[in-house]
């Protein structure tokens, strides 16, 4: 959940067509140099694809958050699926065809089955991928940075050995952040010091060889090639500069603005672009290199830009906004994509008349479920993620960068709230017209996170902050949290480290966490009573507690597809739903009755012992958990497994037939949560 929203990747297919890529799933494509824009229909995620490439007119790629992975063979008409076993975030993709290619994030994964299996390339030491570059037709580089002293390496991998680092550059004492190859053997590297400054490498044989040949009082952010073997740099506080084929000495560009660029691009027409920070937009003739800006009415953030053979712009950021332009310096024309915001979250205030919060900023209610829907526009440009109504008055919706707006009437008006300026909202709750509990995170880079959950009890005038999570190196950010009493509450929270769950007896004066599920996001929580609760995330992961969190146990769930809604209502029946359409109907039993009291003797009895054929296991359960009960040998292998799964705290007994075995001594050996027993048994026929 970055802080950064909006679109965040574009490429350019042709003279005419271009895709781009953003986050809440968006991706999107122009067949007329961008004066309209349209969505594939098969593509459905809420996931945030970061990164849009085609191989050639009719394949392409996308990959982004909770290892999303997605491919077309057919130009984009339709998108597959391709799945990996993880919940990280790529932030990086190269695909050399249609069979073949790496996506990176905290992790490099790889390949040549056009995305049907995945497998990892192990990384020298505790690394995560920065930035990737095709390296001429049948290779690439790699830039990784240690997690633990910041020193950055260079790798190239061959299609031929996919698995295979060959280290081409580093260590550098520098934070990386683009890397760019023309061809086989001209790259650049750039990035930031800690002091501040910026610095820039380049190599001329491939990475043999690579020459510091740029050191800047500013931090550099974007590169990109003049496909001649020059480059163009930009970064901190509008510097821009450029070093020709040729040429080690780099040339300063006088830019007008003092924003952060992060992108820049090359024309074929030889112009210069760069984009960044508040809108800024400003392009040069490399014949006069004279700066002038080409966006005076925007301000959204822009994060991409790239230039097609014909000349034509495209430029991509906040709020779904793309700007482009034809060789007309200065007449640039902006589209938002989707003009119609998308719906994040539903609310009902009174019976039939709902509240929807948007990614634009934008409210939308009715008075029924069926309409019409009337638009309230606050302001804000943020997206507004989640909304809550707390009795037929009171209300809240927050989304990112801190964005929170109360109403105290019913919605006819509604009053920003100060609140921690830098957390990305995804959970709220609210018990009354004045206590409740807002979470989210923020974003701190290199797939890390830290998650913090906000208390209220004089509705919203104030906040405190009652829990932040830092788990590890990643971190995670809280999706959800619920309290079923005014004491009792859980919340849940997801990183690239998978998910948590965490519980509070006493109003959320104290938090611990119960649970870590390292198997995938966990991204919605409902509690049935102060013992019973139900989470819900991504591959379809359902977890149930029954004693109010003393243990958490995975239910079989029959759906892979990420599950991110969930509702029960009083009458115990309840719905799920999820990525791809997915809908799940619950029927939740009763409370579990009181589990009988545990044996005082051994933890597990076998009778009759000896026995011939039939045996009956008495088994205990101490603590709810996995179970399993196994038949071994004398020589230590399992012949028989007599019990192997998820069970309540209780006493339990198996009958079993064990005409499969032959007369002999045996051992009988229980696993539970808190118990491990072994018992003899003979077996005689």
């Known amino acids: 959940m970055p802080s950064i929203y909006g679109l965040t990747s574009v490429f350019a297919t042709s003279n005419n067509s271009a895709w781009v890529s953003g986050h809440f799933g968006t991706i999107a494509v122009t067949f007329n140099r961008g004066n309209s824009w349209q969505r594939p229909a098969s593509f459905v995620t809420s996931n945030s694809i970061y990164t849009v490439e085609f191989v050639d007119q009719i394949t392409g790629w996308a990959s982004g958050s909770f290892g999303s992975v997605y491919k077309t063979l057919d130009g984009g008409v339709t998108w597959q699926t391709m799945k990996i076993d993880t919940t990280e975030i790529f932030f990086d993709q190269v695909f050399i065809d249609e069979n073949i290619g790496w996506v990176g994030g905290s992790t490099l994964y790889y390949t040549t089955s056009g995305g049907c299996s995945w497998n990892e390339v192990i990384l020298p030491f505790a690394e995560k991928v920065v930035s990737m570059s095709r390296a001429g037709e049948n290779g690439i580089m790699v830039g990784l940075e240690s997690n633990t002293d910041r020193l950055v390496q260079l790798f190239r991998i061959n299609r031929n050995r996919p698995d295979s680092l060959l280290v081409v550059g580093g260590p550098f004492t520098f934070g990386l952040q683009d890397l760019s190859f023309s061809d086989i053997n001209h790259g650049c590297i750039v990035g930031s010091r800690e002091s501040g400054g910026g610095v820039a490498f380049t190599t001329e044989d491939g990475g043999a060889t690579w020459n510091e040949s740029h050191d800047s009082l ?59 920070g508040g809108g800024a937009v400003l392009y040069a003739s490399v014949s006069d290199s004279t700066w002038q800006a080409a966006n005076d009415t925007m301000r959204n953030t822009l994060y991409d830009c790239k230039t097609s053979a014909s000349g034509t712009t495209i430029l991509v950021g906040d709020g779904g906004l793309v700007m482009h332009g034809n060789n007309m310096r200065g007449a640039l024309t902006s589209t938002i994509i989707d003009g119609f915001p998308q719906l994040t979250s539903v609310a009902e205030r009174v019976p039939n008349e709902y509240w929807c919060s948007s990614t634009g900023g934008v409210l939308f209610h009715s008075a029924n479920a069926f309409g019409p829907w009337t638009a309230m526009h606050l302001p804000t440009q943020s997206p507004l993620t989640i909304i809550t109504f707390a009795g037929p008055d009171f209300g809240y919706v927050a989304g990112y960068g801190g964005t929170l707006f109360s109403t105290s009437n019913g919605g006819i008006s509604w009053m920003p709230q100060e609140i921690d300026a830098n957390v990305d909202f995804s959970a709220m709750c609210f018990i009354s017209d004045s206590v409740g509990w807002i979470g989210g995170g923020q974003y701190l880079g290199d797939s890390r996170f830290e998650g913090k959950l906000f208390n209220t009890i004089d509705a919203g005038n104030s906040w405190s902050l009652q829990l932040i999570d830092t788990t590890d190196f990643y971190g995670r950010y809280f999706t959800a949290v619920v309290f079923v009493s005014s004491a009792v509450g859980w919340a849940t929270a997801t990183g690239s480290n998978g998910g948590a769950i965490y519980h509070s007896t006493d109003r959320g004066n104290h938090w611990f966490k119960q649970f870590e599920f390292r198997e995938s996001s966990l991204l919605t ?161």
């Open 218 to 276: 500013q931090g550099l952010f974007g590169i990109c090639s003049d496909q001649i073997g020059g480059w163009l740099v930009c970064g901190v506080n509008g510097y821009v500069a450029h070093q020709s084929i040729g040429s080690s000495e780099w040339i300063e560009l006088q830019v007008p603005t003092e924003e952060n660029l992060v992108s820049a691009s090359i024309g074929t027409t030889g112009d210069y672009w760069v984009c960044g």
């Open 525 to 685: 929580i409902e509690a049935i009573s102060e013992s019973h609760a139900i989470a819900i995330g991504g591959r379809g992961n359902i977890l149930e507690t029954r004693d109010g969190g003393e243990s958490w146990i995975q239910i079989e769930s029959p759906t892979e597809s990420a599950l991110r809604g969930l509702s029960v209502s009083n009458t115990r029946s309840g719905l799920m739903c999820g990525d791809g359409g997915v809908v799940i109907g619950l029927n939740i039993p009763g409370s579990s009755p009181e589990p009988p009291e545990l044996l005082s003797s051994s933890m597990i009895n076998l009778y009759p012992n000896p026995c011939n054929s039939s045996l009956t296991v008495e088994y205990q359960v101490p603590y709810s958990g996995h179970v399993e009960i196994i038949i071994y040998n004398l020589n230590g292998q399992a012949v028989m497994t007599l019990v192997s799964e998820n069970q309540y705290r209780g006493v339990y007994l198996q009958n079993r037939t064990l005409t499969s075995l032959s007369s002999g001594p045996y051992f009988v050996r229980g696993y539970a949560p808190g118990w491990q027993e072994t018992k003899k048994l003979a077996l005689l026929k």
